[in-house]
């Protein structure tokens, strides 16, 4: 299968939203709402920010938020802040107990 | 909270065979309903899910490496591991093991560097 499409770049200042799109098909993002979103600082091991499209397990801070519309998931991130630069990768689920990743967009804070 | 910590060579020959061994603690490998993942990233790249185990022990792999891949778990060592047969140096990557519920990546190992090379 191929990866997720998620632009190589976003950027906002401190305060403001960015929202990241992740683009699929039909087979993967469009047919199950079992998108996630994962943040990987430079060196470090991704962590879990939005499963299930939208829900944040706890300790994520709610200026994370998910959401999906046909083969399209986003996440935003409002009230950017500093520590919230960082590589940014969706995940789906794609049928058949197989799992595809974005390409990965590099969110900078201004 | 479960923590995860992998473990095994940096430097594997090409066709030679990669093992990893991902360590847990906090938790017991066989209670709950988790699945154990590998998940690797080549130097600059993407991430690419590699295949999981299931508490039962049934397992999951990417079909793109199904024929090289094998995932196994070691209860009373509260361990599994990763074989990945045949590599070349588009193996070269970081390994993280990862560990979820449903299908999702709850929490991830801090990863390891294997390099194929000669």
């Known amino acids: 299968q191929s990866a997720l499409t998620q632009p190589p770049s976003a950027s906002g200042s401190p305060g403001q939203s960015v929202t990241i799109s992740c683009t699929g098909t039909s087979s993967d993002v469009g047919g199950y709402n079992y998108v996630s979103w994962y943040q990987q600082h430079p060196g470090k091991a991704p962590k879990l920010m939005i499963y299930e499209v939208s829900k944040r397990p706890s300790g994520v801070p709610d200026r994370f938020s998910g959401s999906k519309s046909g083969n399209t998931a986003s996440l935003t991130v409002s009230g950017l802040q500093a520590e919230d630069e960082a590589d940014y990768y969706c995940s789906s689920y794609a049928g058949s107990n197989n799992f595809v990743f974005g390409t990965g967009t590099k969110v900078t804070v201004l | 909270q479960v923590q995860l910590q992998e473990s095994g060579p940096g430097l594997v020959k090409p066709s030679q065979t990669l093992s990893l061994t991902c360590t847990v603690s906090g938790g017991s490998i066989s209670s709950g309903s988790y699945y154990w993942s590998w998940i690797r990233q080549p130097a600059g790249k993407g991430l690419e899910w590699i295949g999981r185990i299931y508490t039962s022990g049934s397992t999951n792999y990417n079909p793109s490496l199904k024929s090289r891949v094998t995932i196994s778990v070691d209860t009373s060592k509260n361990q599994f591991s990763l074989k990945l047969s045949s590599v070349t140096a588009a193996d070269t990557a970081v390994y993280y093991c990862?560990?979820?519920?449903?299908?999702?990546?709850?929490?991830w190992g801090q990863g390891t560097l294997v390099t194929v090379s000669s």
């Open positions: 990862a560990v979820g519920y449903k299908k999702r990546f709850d929490y």
